[in-house]
């Protein structure tokens, strides 16, 4: 199951549904993903570590 299945399963799941009005949105490219967390850092021991 990719990421947007499991963002469509979950929000069925759990009867959630987004409002494009109030800007929500969900980020589903695992590349995007991959660098936004490279690019912040992000490690297993906490921020910067």
Known sequence: MNILD?????M?????SA???LGQNF???EEVISKTIDNAKIRKRGFGN
């Open 27 to 29: 980020l589903i490219d």
């Open 12 to 16: 069925k799941k759990y009867n959630i």
């Open 19 to 21: 409002s494009k009005a």
């Open 6 to 10: 499991t963002t469509k399963f979950l």
